[in-house]
Protein backbone atom coordinates (compact mmCIF):
# COMPACT_ATOMS: atom_id res chain seq x y z
CA UNK A 1 0.00 0.00 0.00
CA UNK A 2 1.41 3.63 -0.95
CA UNK A 3 2.22 5.75 1.94
CA UNK A 4 -0.17 8.53 0.35
CA UNK A 5 -2.94 7.58 -2.03
CA UNK A 6 -4.99 10.10 -4.26
CA UNK A 7 -7.30 9.55 -6.80
CA UNK A 8 -5.30 10.38 -10.09
CA UNK A 9 -8.77 11.07 -11.58
CA UNK A 10 -8.86 12.97 -14.62
CA UNK A 11 -11.47 14.81 -12.80
CA UNK A 12 -13.92 16.59 -15.47
CA UNK A 13 -16.43 18.91 -13.77
CA UNK A 14 -18.39 22.09 -16.02
CA UNK A 15 -17.76 25.55 -14.55
CA UNK A 16 -19.46 26.49 -11.36
CA UNK A 17 -19.27 23.13 -10.31
CA UNK A 18 -18.41 21.58 -6.76
CA UNK A 19 -15.71 18.52 -6.68
CA UNK A 20 -14.34 17.21 -3.68
CA UNK A 21 -10.85 14.68 -3.37
CA UNK A 22 -9.81 12.68 -1.05
CA UNK A 23 -6.28 11.90 -0.08
CA UNK A 24 -5.31 8.80 2.51
CA UNK A 25 -2.16 8.26 4.41
CA UNK A 26 -1.19 5.26 6.50
CA UNK A 27 1.26 6.44 8.98
CA UNK A 28 -1.16 7.60 12.20
CA UNK A 29 1.30 9.38 13.01
CA UNK A 30 1.42 11.46 10.70
CA UNK A 31 1.35 15.33 12.10
CA UNK A 32 1.12 17.99 9.54
CA UNK A 33 -0.57 18.23 5.69
CA UNK A 34 -1.02 20.10 3.24
CA UNK A 35 -2.53 20.56 -0.53
CA UNK A 36 -0.58 21.96 -3.25
CA UNK A 37 -1.65 22.69 -7.07
CA UNK A 38 0.31 22.06 -9.99
CA UNK A 39 -0.21 23.59 -13.37
CA UNK A 40 1.14 21.94 -16.40
CA UNK A 41 4.63 20.80 -14.75
CA UNK A 42 5.54 23.99 -13.33
CA UNK A 43 6.16 24.26 -9.99
CA UNK A 44 3.92 23.08 -7.40
CA UNK A 45 2.46 25.68 -5.18
CA UNK A 46 1.18 25.55 -1.57
CA UNK A 47 -2.75 26.20 -2.06
CA UNK A 48 -3.16 25.63 1.67
CA UNK A 49 -2.31 23.97 4.78
CA UNK A 50 -4.84 21.44 6.38
CA UNK A 51 -5.54 21.74 10.10
CA UNK A 52 -7.35 19.62 12.50
CA UNK A 53 -10.19 21.65 12.77
CA UNK A 54 -10.50 22.37 9.24
CA UNK A 55 -10.03 25.03 7.35
CA UNK A 56 -11.41 27.56 4.47
CA UNK A 57 -10.15 29.84 2.08
CA UNK A 58 -12.71 31.24 0.11
CA UNK A 59 -13.73 28.76 -2.04
CA UNK A 60 -11.50 25.94 -1.49
CA UNK A 61 -12.03 24.20 2.25
CA UNK A 62 -9.15 21.53 3.65
CA UNK A 63 -10.35 19.25 5.97
CA UNK A 64 -8.45 16.30 8.50
CA UNK A 65 -10.64 13.19 9.79
CA UNK A 66 -7.56 11.60 12.09
CA UNK A 67 -9.67 8.21 12.30
CA UNK A 68 -9.94 7.36 9.07
CA UNK A 69 -6.43 8.60 7.69
CA UNK A 70 -7.78 10.80 5.25
CA UNK A 71 -7.21 14.41 4.54
CA UNK A 72 -9.74 16.07 1.79
CA UNK A 73 -10.00 19.28 -0.28
CA UNK A 74 -13.62 20.96 -1.37
CA UNK A 75 -13.94 23.59 -4.66
CA UNK A 76 -16.56 25.38 -4.78
CA UNK A 77 -18.21 27.00 -7.77
CA UNK A 78 -15.01 25.95 -10.14
CA UNK A 79 -13.51 28.26 -12.33
CA UNK A 80 -11.80 27.36 -15.48
CA UNK A 81 -8.31 28.53 -13.78
CA UNK A 82 -9.18 25.80 -10.98
CA UNK A 83 -7.86 23.36 -13.57
CA UNK A 84 -4.51 22.13 -12.64
CA UNK A 85 -3.09 18.54 -10.68
CA UNK A 86 -3.73 19.15 -6.71
CA UNK A 87 -0.86 17.73 -4.83
CA UNK A 88 -1.39 16.37 -1.03
CA UNK A 89 1.51 16.17 1.15
CA UNK A 90 1.89 14.13 4.11
CA UNK A 91 4.42 14.91 7.04
CA UNK A 92 5.11 11.69 8.67
CA UNK A 93 6.66 12.00 11.99
CA UNK A 94 6.72 8.84 13.00
CA UNK A 95 9.66 8.11 10.38
CA UNK A 96 13.00 8.84 11.73
CA UNK A 97 14.10 11.69 11.65
CA UNK A 98 15.45 13.16 8.82
CA UNK A 99 14.33 10.39 6.42
CA UNK A 100 13.45 10.73 2.96
CA UNK A 101 9.98 9.49 3.56
CA UNK A 102 9.11 12.00 6.48
CA UNK A 103 7.75 14.04 3.30
CA UNK A 104 5.41 12.13 1.60
CA UNK A 105 4.18 13.59 -1.97
CA UNK A 106 0.62 11.85 -3.41
CA UNK A 107 0.54 11.32 -7.04
CA UNK A 108 -1.43 13.76 -7.76
CA UNK A 109 -5.29 14.46 -8.92
CA UNK A 110 -6.20 16.01 -12.45
CA UNK A 111 -8.58 18.13 -12.74
CA UNK A 112 -10.36 20.18 -15.22
CA UNK A 113 -12.90 22.53 -15.61
CA UNK A 114 -15.19 22.61 -18.43
CA UNK A 115 -16.43 25.75 -20.17
CA UNK B 1 12.54 40.02 -4.71
CA UNK B 2 12.91 37.33 -1.84
CA UNK B 3 12.45 33.53 -2.69
CA UNK B 4 13.48 30.48 -3.98
CA UNK B 5 15.32 30.78 -7.72
CA UNK B 6 16.41 28.25 -9.73
CA UNK B 7 18.96 28.63 -12.82
CA UNK B 8 19.44 27.52 -15.61
CA UNK B 9 15.48 27.45 -16.39
CA UNK B 10 16.27 25.17 -19.54
CA UNK B 11 19.60 23.36 -19.91
CA UNK B 12 20.67 20.81 -22.41
CA UNK B 13 23.67 18.65 -22.44
CA UNK B 14 25.13 15.84 -23.94
CA UNK B 15 25.79 12.53 -22.53
CA UNK B 16 28.45 12.27 -20.03
CA UNK B 17 29.27 16.37 -19.37
CA UNK B 18 28.71 17.17 -15.61
CA UNK B 19 26.34 19.71 -15.34
CA UNK B 20 25.49 21.76 -12.59
CA UNK B 21 21.72 23.39 -11.41
CA UNK B 22 21.96 26.00 -8.54
CA UNK B 23 19.07 27.15 -6.39
CA UNK B 24 19.60 30.19 -4.18
CA UNK B 25 16.84 31.14 -1.32
CA UNK B 26 16.28 34.40 0.64
CA UNK B 27 14.14 33.04 2.98
CA UNK B 28 17.36 31.74 5.47
CA UNK B 29 15.29 28.22 5.64
CA UNK B 30 17.40 25.71 7.04
CA UNK B 31 15.87 22.94 4.88
CA UNK B 32 16.50 22.83 1.00
CA UNK B 33 15.07 20.34 -1.22
CA UNK B 34 15.90 18.14 -4.71
CA UNK B 35 13.46 16.98 -6.42
CA UNK B 36 13.05 15.66 -9.65
CA UNK B 37 9.60 14.93 -11.66
CA UNK B 38 9.02 12.33 -14.71
CA UNK B 39 6.11 11.57 -16.55
CA UNK B 40 3.91 9.23 -15.44
CA UNK B 41 5.85 9.94 -11.78
CA UNK B 42 5.63 11.65 -9.47
CA UNK B 43 7.97 13.92 -7.37
CA UNK B 44 11.25 12.02 -5.74
CA UNK B 45 13.25 13.11 -3.67
CA UNK B 46 17.41 13.53 -5.11
CA UNK B 47 18.88 14.95 -1.49
CA UNK B 48 18.35 17.21 0.87
CA UNK B 49 19.62 19.13 3.08
CA UNK B 50 18.93 20.18 6.85
CA UNK B 51 21.64 22.75 6.93
CA UNK B 52 24.80 24.64 5.78
CA UNK B 53 27.29 21.81 5.31
CA UNK B 54 24.51 18.98 6.65
CA UNK B 55 23.07 16.92 3.54
CA UNK B 56 21.43 13.66 2.74
CA UNK B 57 20.47 11.21 0.55
CA UNK B 58 16.73 11.25 -0.74
CA UNK B 59 14.88 8.50 -2.95
CA UNK B 60 17.05 9.09 -6.01
CA UNK B 61 20.18 9.77 -4.82
CA UNK B 62 22.14 7.65 -7.77
CA UNK B 63 24.22 9.96 -10.31
CA UNK B 64 23.77 13.10 -8.41
CA UNK B 65 26.54 15.32 -6.03
CA UNK B 66 25.09 18.59 -3.94
CA UNK B 67 27.27 20.93 -1.49
CA UNK B 68 25.86 23.19 1.05
CA UNK B 69 28.83 25.29 1.93
CA UNK B 70 26.44 28.31 2.54
CA UNK B 71 22.67 28.39 3.94
CA UNK B 72 21.18 30.33 0.80
CA UNK B 73 22.70 27.96 -2.07
CA UNK B 74 21.88 23.91 -2.45
CA UNK B 75 23.45 23.30 -6.36
CA UNK B 76 22.50 20.04 -7.75
CA UNK B 77 25.71 18.86 -9.48
CA UNK B 78 25.45 15.50 -12.20
CA UNK B 79 28.76 14.34 -12.70
CA UNK B 80 28.48 12.39 -15.68
CA UNK B 81 24.54 13.14 -16.96
CA UNK B 82 22.92 9.97 -18.64
CA UNK B 83 19.74 10.29 -20.80
CA UNK B 84 18.01 9.16 -17.54
CA UNK B 85 18.57 12.04 -15.77
CA UNK B 86 16.57 14.01 -18.12
CA UNK B 87 13.80 15.46 -16.19
CA UNK B 88 12.63 18.37 -14.82
CA UNK B 89 13.74 19.66 -11.49
CA UNK B 90 12.44 21.31 -8.47
CA UNK B 91 14.55 22.54 -5.73
CA UNK B 92 12.30 23.72 -2.61
CA UNK B 93 12.90 24.77 0.86
CA UNK B 94 11.45 25.25 4.27
CA UNK B 95 11.42 26.53 7.57
CA UNK B 96 11.76 23.30 9.31
CA UNK B 97 11.38 19.48 8.56
CA UNK B 98 7.87 19.91 11.23
CA UNK B 99 5.32 22.38 10.14
CA UNK B 100 6.55 24.43 7.06
CA UNK B 101 5.19 23.64 3.69
CA UNK B 102 7.84 23.65 0.72
CA UNK B 103 8.56 26.36 -1.33
CA UNK B 104 9.29 25.26 -4.84
CA UNK B 105 11.56 26.97 -7.50
CA UNK B 106 10.48 27.24 -10.61
CA UNK B 107 12.35 24.31 -12.18
CA UNK B 108 14.86 23.73 -14.83
CA UNK B 109 14.21 21.48 -17.54
CA UNK B 110 16.95 19.44 -18.33
CA UNK B 111 17.94 17.33 -21.63
CA UNK B 112 20.56 14.92 -22.00
CA UNK B 113 21.07 14.27 -25.72
Known amino acids: RKEVEQDPGPFNVPEGATVAFNCTYS??????FFWYRQDCRKEPKLLMS???SGNEDGRFTAQLNRASQYISLLIRDSKLSDSATYLC????????????????FGSGTQLTVLP | DAGITQSPRYKITETGRQVTLMCHQT?????MFWYRQDLGHGLRLIYYSAAADITDKGEVPDGYVVSRSKTENFPLTLESATRSQTSVYFC????????????FGNGTRLTVT
Open chain 1, 50 to 52: VYS
Open chain 2, 27 to 31: WSHSY
Open chain 2, 92 to 103: ASSYDRVRSPLH
Open chain 1, 89 to 104: VVNMLGVPSGSARQLT
Open chain 1, 27 to 32: NSASQS
